[in-house]
């Protein structure tokens, strides 16, 4: 990928990526390879519970974008994504500012929220030229680390015990 983002076929990558790239690069590689246990997550299936409940008033749910990008709520001008949990923040983070970079590249600039309804936070964000900057490296990282042939090796980490692929990487 070039280091210059000049289409915006070069942003065709599902959110999800981006928050994984922050997560666990061994994650992102094996979900971009269609590697997945997230169906069978306790973890994932409450957070499906908790989006599909929380907000019910929300007319405008799962917004599809180009048959790529899912925004969870899309409100008074805003991108919102409901989270489990704030442990992950900066994961969090770049997925909604990747959702607001490629919203603006189609001339739509909005603003950020993510919704942590189970700890009754919530975080207010703008796409700065800072935040575009790493969304164009997270881009490019993506891009590099899906490329490859094998996995990257598995690094432990805090939240590895409650990762749908926990069993994969060190079962």
């Known amino acids: 990928m070039s280091e210059e983002l000049q289409d915006l076929q070069d942003l065709k990558f599902q959110g999800i990526k981006i928050n994984y790239l922050y997560v666990c690069k061994r994650k992102l590689w094996l979900f971009s390879k269609n590697i997945t246990f997230e169906n069978r997550s306790d973890k994932v299936l409450l957070g499906r519970i908790l989006h599909e409940y929380s907000y019910p008033k929300e007319e405008t749910k799962e917004v599809l974008i ?90 432990k980490q805090k939240i590895c015990k409650s990762c749908a692929y926990f069993e994969f990487c060190w079962g």
């Open 66 to 155: 180009d048959n790529l990008i899912m925004i969870d709520i899309l409100s008074d001008g805003a991108v919102r994504e409901v989270k489990y949990s704030s442990k992950m923040k900066e994961a969090d983070i770049m997925q909604v500012m990747y959702y607001l970079y490629y919203l603006k590249q189609k001339g739509i600039e909005k603003q950020g929220i993510i919704n942590y309804p189970k700890e009754r936070k919530k975080e207010i964000l703008q796409l700065t030229p800072e935040y575009e900057q790493k969304v164009k490296q997270a881009l490019s990282e993506i891009e590099k680390i899906t490329s490859q042939i094998v996995p990257p090796p598995a690094t």
